[in-house]
């Protein structure tokens, strides 16, 4: 069953630190996966996705088939990144979107 | 461009009674998705529309949620009765079509509480 697993409810860092903030996937097929942003008192809003292959706010994420993981990085976390954080997966074969469980991150000053 | 439209923001009611909650997509998006975000969990996906037809309803729980699409546009999702379990945020997302599922605009959502 298609799966995504984000083993980190909360993750607290300070402003300059490096940010990690891991994902894993279950999918049979070649996944697409996403990174979703929930900032406080704003809608859901798609951060990246990992076809694009490019940057946003400083944030990459590369996809790793043989570990089946789509980590979102930042090397120097800023206090506006505070958020939550959802790793979505696109099941092809149902048109869907099979979201994690989500991280809150906060960067503290 | 406008947004996903929801209304209301919050409702709260007493177990056993309904509820109904109203979503507007972005104008010309074919699809339309609800979904039920737990406390503390990630969004799941209720039901999803294309146009006016339903395409995934799989877990939708039939014996008490409801949703419709009658024009192809708005969409109201219905709970009837609630339980508490059902205390959740209910996010209207729309898309152009299913293919383009991977773009989906959410709304600002429509947080319930039972009680």
Redesign the interface.
């Known amino acids: 069953a298609q799966r995504v697993t984000q083993p980190e409810k909360l993750l607290s860092v300070f402003k300059g630190a490096p940010v990690e903030l891991k994902c894993n996937y279950s999918y049979s097929g070649s996944p697409e996966l996403f990174w979703y942003v929930q900032y406080s008192r704003q809608r859901l809003q798609l951060l990246l996705r990992h076809i694009s292959r490019e940057s946003i706010k400083g944030f990459t994420a590369d996809l790793n088939k043989g570990e089946t993981s789509f980590h979102l990085k930042k090397p120097f976390a800023q206090e506006e990144d505070s958020a939550m954080y959802y790793c979505a997966l696109f099941d092809q074969g149902a048109q869907k979107l099979v979201f994690g469980q989500g991280t809150r991150l906060t960067i503290n000053p | 461009e406008a947004?996903?439209a929801q209304s209301p923001r919050y409702k709260i009611i007493e177990k056993r009674q309904s509820v109904a909650f109203w979503c507007n997509p972005i104008s010309g998006h074919a699809t339309l998705?609800w979904y039920q975000q737990i406390l503390?969990?990630?969004?799941?996906?209720l039901i999803?529309f294309q146009n006016n037809g339903v395409?995934?309803d799989s877990q939708l729980p039939k014996d008490r949620f409801s949703a419709e699409r009658l024009k192809g546009v708005d969409s109201t999702l219905k709970i009837q009765p609630a339980k508490l379990e059902d205390s959740a945020v209910y996010?209207c997302a729309s898309s152009l079509d299913?293919?383009a599922?991977?773009?989906?605009f959410?709304?600002?959502?429509t947080r319930l509480t039972v009680l």
């Open positions: 947004g996903v998705y503390g969990q990630g969004p799941k996906l999803q395409v995934d996010l299913r293919l599922g991977v773009s989906q959410f709304g600002p959502g």
